[in-house]
């Protein structure tokens, strides 16, 4: 929802204090966008020496590197096309999915400042050491601590699960103070809000953060709070990773729009309506938060999470060209992940045959012809457990591979038996592991056949010949994507 939509909607609630995000500070001109924007100007000075209308806005800069790396390895070595790559232009990219894979990286290890979204880590320790009914109370510091605020008074008392919602919706940094305070005096009486940092340096640890350091819970990194705060965008993935783990704290980042209840010092009750920095939450089919930030030194930054068919991505993207251009990134990333992975049916095989199956008679595709040991020249027919099965990849990881392990057939085969198993693998990755079945029944020799059998091996022996029928694999792996078409197109 736009901002004039969202001004609509919060004129309607009228008495109500209401918490929208401040003006944010002015984004340092890089050397980048200052080309971006001298470009525009010789551009709108052109159209005028012409007589014509110079654009109302010009897109943001956004690029495709070669040192970017497309699922482990960079661009350049993979051969792709611009066409192929997304086009973002933060300067720190990261995105995985919930299960690990990493689609993108542009200089994802190398430390930065984070703002805002050293929130995420605020809600985890304060989520994993107190209770969602803790009554949080908002000290004089945490209410003076100034940019991004919940709208929250000294001495104001509200629940924990309402101060993470003041945290996590406008970016609230008095919610970031009041959490580490309350919370930190419930871990450490005596360490307080230096026991809550401390344990969300130990957490980023735990989780494996390879360059993350803390010094406060909201993110802020000048003035008062200049110091060695930083991390990088995937030790940022990871905390958005675990984070979303916790229903609590996956319900709240997906709010647009939260009313808490806050009590003040006098005792009385207000609502306060908060509205998310997040853009994207009902506008981005999935998009479903997690953490905006922004500060000069950290940028126009974001991380993201969009959730689709059960499945979630991670997005993060850390100094942008600006606050409108983190989210055109993220769903730039997005974009680009949902356009390139494609079905893959497994079974790519030239001929079929008549099979029943569970029940069900019908036409199957032939895997392959598997040599039975009891006879010299009988084979089984065998095909997936599942003959339509299909598996989503990433087409620009490279082509599908298969290996087949197969049991040794010696005694009566029926139709529907396991017979092996077939193995695909994309680039290393194992992508799919299925069941083969007998198409059809081959009962092993009885006991006259199996003398004749092993007469006519002992004869084919002195003269070289075969003894058994040979195995052979019918099913193909077409290629997945065709870089030059590709590039090409």
Known sequence: ??????????????????????ADPPHPRTWGGLRTRMAAGLVALALACFGVAAPLSVPAHADVRKADVVMGQTVDARGLAVAQCPNVAAEYVYLTDDEGTVYFERNAQAPTQIASITKIMTAIVALENAPLDTQVVVSGNAASVGESSADLQEGDVLTLEEALSALLVPSGNDAAVAIAETVGALMDPEGGYDAFIAAMNAKAAELGCVDTVFTNPHGLDYGRFEGDLHSCAADVALMARHAMKDDTFRAIVAQDVANIDVTGEDGTHRVVELHSTDTLIGTYEGACGIKTGLTDRAGASFAGACTRDGRTLYAVVINSTSEEQRFADATALYDWVFEHEVDYPLAHSPQTTTATLQGQTRQVPVIAEVAHAGWIDA???VTLADPDASVKVFDLNGNVSQSLALDELTGDVRA????????????NNVVATMDLVACEDQ?????????????????RGFSGQQQVAQTVTLNETPLVNDKTQAAVA
């Open 1 to 22: 929802m736009n901002w004039t939509a969202r001004q609509r909607r919060g004129a309607g609630t009228a008495g109500l204090p209401s918490a929208r995000p401040p």
């Open 416 to 427: 529907g038996d396991k017979v092996g198993t077939i193995t695909f693998k994309q680039r």
């Open 443 to 459: 009962a092993a020799p009885n006991l006259l056949e199996g003398i004749g059998v092993w007469w006519d091996r002992l004869f």
């Open 379 to 381: 084979t089984v027919k």
